[in-house]
């Protein structure tokens, strides 16, 4: 359909209406973000200022003889060094378990900004290493959102056919084929909630950020709200590098520690890709729900611009003019009585001459038709649309859709990689709204 009005020009086609609508979307949640962002952390920043400046001002007055220049460049020198996550690190950054652990948040884009590489060889190979290494990522994550959408889907199937059973809806032992092909039909084409599917991604999500904690926060010695701030940055692949896991030389159960670390990232960017991917699903819903209430409240406006204002009110079965006409006609005849007109020649029907002659113009003028025209032109619509309906069913019971095609509307076909798995996965939710 058209995301435009009716009405209206030039039509706008859904898709890119949806993609306008989306751009002002995130333009405003990033205006909004940064309004709280900037409320919450600004005097904690400025706070954080002064304190640098007045510890920087009594080291200047214990130590007056120190030369300011050579203590700015040594300031200069650890800030980098910081940033590089020399000074936050004790163990060796480029040996080969902290390489592995570098190429780990490269292929994974979480990009964690503590270990980057220095020399040109080093960037250079990081620029075809990553290009390849993301993509393959991205298809393992894809194809793990097959298989767990997949796995959802059998199990919420199995529970809706368990309840199906219990009501008594479906046949437990079917005593004819016919019934028992159309519960397998219908067992067949039932798609899950996205909404469920959501629910069991983000619950899914929640434990495992909450067993990472668990080892995170005594093992790092972070707070458990630090170890679940920790796990949402590493799992969602935003990477800012303030905590990072396992960059102490030597821990206690170090290689379950290590190998735990990795497979908590490993499940929980999974996991937190998928979430992500179906909640994008739900806020494309909206968009188009957005879309289709606008187009029918302005198609509803211009249908009440379209119609002519101040327009005198007419009788429903002889408007007005026509009865001032007949009164004339009357007096006409009353005043000329003594004429008469011949005996061969029928009297007129002014009723049925007038009505007939004016009803052309009465429908292209815009004015109220009599009640016998209005009931034969109702009676042409209604019979217009019969045969529409008629058609269209049995259109359809000749050639019924595929029953693994991808459904057309409702904002959920198309799209490639993440979003063409759950299209073809939670269509059904869409057939259902």
Same mark, same amino acid.
């Given at each position: 359909m058209a995301a435009a009005c009716c009405c209206c020009s030039p039509r706008l086609n859904e898709d890119n209406a949806r993609f306008i609508l989306l751009a002002f979307f995130i333009t405003g949640y990033m205006i909004i973000g940064a309004a709280i962002f900037s409320e919450f952390e600004y005097d904690k920043e400025q706070e954080d200022r002064g304190e640098y400046d007045t510890a920087l001002e009594l080291f200047r007055q214990r130590y007056p003889d120190i030369n300011i220049s050579d203590l700015n460049q040594l300031l200069e020198a650890h800030a980098e060094a910081s940033s590089r996550g020399l000074l936050t690190s004790k163990r060796p950054r480029w040996d080969f378990p902290g390489a592995f652990y570098f190429v780990g948040t490269v292929v994974s884009t979480i990009g964690f900004g503590m270990t980057t590489p220095q020399t040109d060889e080093g960037k250079i190979f990081l620029l075809f290493y990553g290009l390849f290494g993301c993509a393959s990522t991205i298809l393992f994550f894809n194809l793990f959102l097959e298989r767990i959408i997949t796995c959802l889907a059998f199990c919420m199937k199995k529970c809706h056919e368990r309840d199906l059973r219990r009501k008594g809806l479906l046949n437990q032992q079917p005593s004819n084929s016919r019934s028992s092909e159309g519960d397998s039909d219908s067992l067949e084409a039932w798609k899950p909630s996205v909404y469920w599917v959501m629910l069991y991604l983000g619950i899914a999500a929640i434990a495992i950020a909450c067993s990472a904690a668990a080892m995170y926060s005594p093992v790092e010695k972070w707070t458990y709200l630090e170890s679940i701030y920790f796990c949402f940055i590493a799992f969602s692949t935003i990477g800012f590098g303030d905590y990072v896991a396992s960059q102490n030389v030597k821990y206690q159960n170090q290689p379950f520690y290590r190998f735990g670390n990795f497979i908590f990232i490993l499940i929980g960017a999974c996991c937190i890709y998928s979430l992500f991917n179906v909640? !994008?699903?739900?806020?494309?819903?909206?968009?188009?729900?957005?879309? +289709?209430?606008?187009?029918?409240?302005?198609? #509803?406006?211009?249908?009440?611009? $379209?119609? &002519?204002?101040? #327009?005198?009110? +007419?009788?429903?079965?002889? &408007?007005?003019?026509?009865?001032? #006409?007949? $009164?004339? $006609? !009357?007096?006409?005849?009353?005043?000329?009585? !003594?004429?008469?007109p011949p005996a061969d020649v029928p009297a007129p029907e002014p009723d049925r001459l007038s009505y007939d002659s004016d009803s052309d113009s009465r429908r292209m003028s815009g004015e109220m038709i009599s009640m016998r025209d209005f009931l034969a032109s109702n009676k042409v619509s209604l019979a217009i649309m019969q045969k529409q309906l008629s058609e269209t069913a049995n259109h359809a019971r000749a050639a019924p859709p595929p029953r693994h095609s991808h459904y057309n509307g409702g904002g959920l076909a198309g799209g490639v990689g993440a979003l063409a798995i759950l299209n073809s996965k939670l269509a059904g939710e869409a057939n259902k709204q």
């Amino acid at each position: 359909m058209a995301a435009a009005c009716c009405c209206c020009s030039p039509r706008l086609n859904e898709d890119n209406a949806r993609f306008i609508l989306l751009a002002f979307f995130i333009t405003g949640y990033m205006i909004i973000g940064a309004a709280i962002f900037s409320e919450f952390e600004y005097d904690k920043e400025q706070e954080d200022r002064g304190e640098y400046d007045t510890a920087l001002e009594l080291f200047r007055q214990r130590y007056p003889d120190i030369n300011i220049s050579d203590l700015n460049q040594l300031l200069e020198a650890h800030a980098e060094a910081s940033s590089r996550g020399l000074l936050t690190s004790k163990r060796p950054r480029w040996d080969f378990p902290g390489a592995f652990y570098f190429v780990g948040t490269v292929v994974s884009t979480i990009g964690f900004g503590m270990t980057t590489p220095q020399t040109d060889e080093g960037k250079i190979f990081l620029l075809f290493y990553g290009l390849f290494g993301c993509a393959s990522t991205i298809l393992f994550f894809n194809l793990f959102l097959e298989r767990i959408i997949t796995c959802l889907a059998f199990c919420m199937k199995k529970c809706h056919e368990r309840d199906l059973r219990r009501k008594g809806l479906l046949n437990q032992q079917p005593s004819n084929s016919r019934s028992s092909e159309g519960d397998s039909d219908s067992l067949e084409a039932w798609k899950p909630s996205v909404y469920w599917v959501m629910l069991y991604l983000g619950i899914a999500a929640i434990a495992i950020a909450c067993s990472a904690a668990a080892m995170y926060s005594p093992v790092e010695k972070w707070t458990y709200l630090e170890s679940i701030y920790f796990c949402f940055i590493a799992f969602s692949t935003i990477g800012f590098g303030d905590y990072v896991a396992s960059q102490n030389v030597k821990y206690q159960n170090q290689p379950f520690y290590r190998f735990g670390n990795f497979i908590f990232i490993l499940i929980g960017a999974c996991c937190i890709y998928s979430l992500f991917n179906v909640i !994008s699903i739900i806020i494309k819903q909206f968009l188009t729900w957005i879309i +289709r209430k606008t187009i029918k409240y302005c198609c #509803r406006c211009c249908k009440k611009k $379209q119609q &002519p204002k101040g #327009r005198p009110r +007419r009788n429903a079965i002889t &408007p007005g003019h026509l009865k001032r #006409r007949l $009164q004339m $006609q !009357s007096r006409a005849n009353h005043a000329d009585n !003594s004429r008469s007109p011949p005996a061969d020649v029928p009297a007129p029907e002014p009723d049925r001459l007038s009505y007939d002659s004016d009803s052309d113009s009465r429908r292209m003028s815009g004015e109220m038709i009599s009640m016998r025209d209005f009931l034969a032109s109702n009676k042409v619509s209604l019979a217009i649309m019969q045969k529409q309906l008629s058609e269209t069913a049995n259109h359809a019971r000749a050639a019924p859709p595929p029953r693994h095609s991808h459904y057309n509307g409702g904002g959920l076909a198309g799209g490639v990689g993440a979003l063409a798995i759950l299209n073809s996965k939670l269509a059904g939710e869409a057939n259902k709204q």
